[in-house]
């Protein structure tokens, strides 16, 4: 493995730390422990001197400063602000290397952009106060720029299947349709987080009585607007309850389209590559699935609600990796 290659890999490993801290930073409510952007009350660190309280009382006079909430907002901000460097660093080097056939260029631009992109949306999520639409596309794009990061490293170390696989190629679309309904799963427990859903529907597998007659698909899609903040929610509870109840119901629909992509592909190709990937897809769906479970019956617990979080990230590079090794080893 070359420099590039490692490069590539710690970038891998530092994203997923980035996209773990702001789940963090969001499960423990500290997504506006500093107020303004990119500082926090003005500062480069949290204030906790005399002076800078002082400064903070004048400019901030109706905020508090809750010293554990803005350290893990900031940090987090720190770790992606070392993010985007790495990724600059990995463009410059792509570049530099463009003449050489096995080194994709346009693939690290892209992701160099959408941290550009990125940081704007952690600015709005910042100074909109949370507006649940902003939020959930930040989560979005960090699950992204961590998908293109993995995408590139397997690009530049994945071995070709000898010969190829003839009989995986023709379920590249299937490999596709299971990544897509990972990703609109994925997006629905985005929005879920970002309207504060989770606690709206405490019971299993329904949310209580008369989940059907309260359940409204009118109500979930709803953009909340004219709030001064956002922060634990502004939609009503019936809302909130049909945000997790179809969160549920797509998950359902996403593991019957999953395994059964996988079956098919099993079904027809014949490399080991291929089908661990198929398997590892699998174990990492049913360890999501109990993740889910668990959720609600030990009523939200952070660490639970971060390892799910984790795991859909892990479901999705496992999804992103199928479907790049029978599109390019075949």
């Not at 291929?274 to 479970?293: D, M, S």
């Amino acid at each position: 493995m070359n420099q590039y290659h490692k490069i590539v890999l710690f970038g891998c490993v530092f994203a997923f730390i980035v996209v773990g801290l702001g789940a963090y930073t969001r499960l423990s409510d500290s997504g506006l422990g500093c107020p303004d952007w990119p500082g926090c009350y003005g500062f480069l660190t949290v204030p906790n001197e005399v002076h800078e309280l002082e400064k903070v009382e004048t400019h901030f006079p109706t905020h508090e400063v809750d010293q554990g909430k803005a350290w893990k907002e900031m940090i987090h901000r720190y770790f992606a602000g070392t993010l985007g460097i790495i990724i600059l660093l990995i463009a410059i080097m792509a570049f530099k290397q463009r003449q050489h056939r096995l080194v994709p260029v346009k693939l690290p631009l892209l992701i160099l952009g959408l941290v550009v992109f990125q940081a704007a949306l952690g600015m709005l999520t910042v100074t909109m106060n949370l507006q649940p639409l902003i939020v959930m596309g930040h989560l979005l794009g960090g699950f992204t720029i961590m998908s293109l990061l993995f995408l590139l490293y397997i690009r530049l170390t994945t071995e070709r299947i000898p010969g190829g696989d003839s009989g995986a190629k023709p379920h590249y679309g299937l490999a596709i349709i299971a990544l897509s309904f990972v990703v609109s799963q994925i997006a629905l427990g985005g929005w879920l987080a970002a309207n504060y859903a989770a606690s709206h529907c405490a019971d299993f597998p329904l949310c209580g009585a008369n989940t059907f007659e309260r359940f409204s698909l009118t109500s979930i899609f709803q953009l909340p607007n004219d709030h001064a903040s956002y922060e634990f929610g502004v939609l009503s509870a019936e809302a909130r309850m049909s945000i997790h109840f179809l969160h549920r119901i797509w998950a359902m629909v996403t593991t019957f389209v999953v395994l059964w992509a996988g079956f098919k592909i099993l079904k027809d190709c014949y490399s080991t590559i291929i089908k661990r990937a198929v398997y590892h897809i699998w174990v990492v769906l049913f360890c999501q699935i109990a993740l889910g479970v668990s959720l609600i019956l030990m009523h939200i617990p952070l660490n639970i609600a971060l390892i799910h979080n984790m795991t859909a990230l892990l479901l999705l590079l496992s999804c992103v990796r199928l479907a790049y090794l029978i599109k390019s080893k075949c």
